[in-house]
């Protein structure tokens, strides 16, 4: 499953490796999402289109621990990124 975006009260996420017809989803079930802080989150189905559903949850999602646990996990993979791309040259103000 792929989150595309989340707020205090709702997320929107995405089925990978599978067809919609292959997903039991329904508007209206009852869902238990497991995020990366390793929290489960419960929440019902509002909406369901193609591989992608929409979820309100029961309860607020704290949004910046959420970015710093995101951050936090993904520290290596922006240092990498960093030391990869490093300018080569200094670009002078035209001005």
Partial sequence: MIVRNVSERGMCLALRGMKPQESAL???????????????HVGQVRWVEDRAFGVELFHTLDIEALGSENQRRNAHFLEVLEQQYKPTQTVQNAY
């Fill in 26 to 40: 329904r508007h209206d079930e009852i869902v238990c999402i497991r995020m990366p802080e390793n929290v489960e």
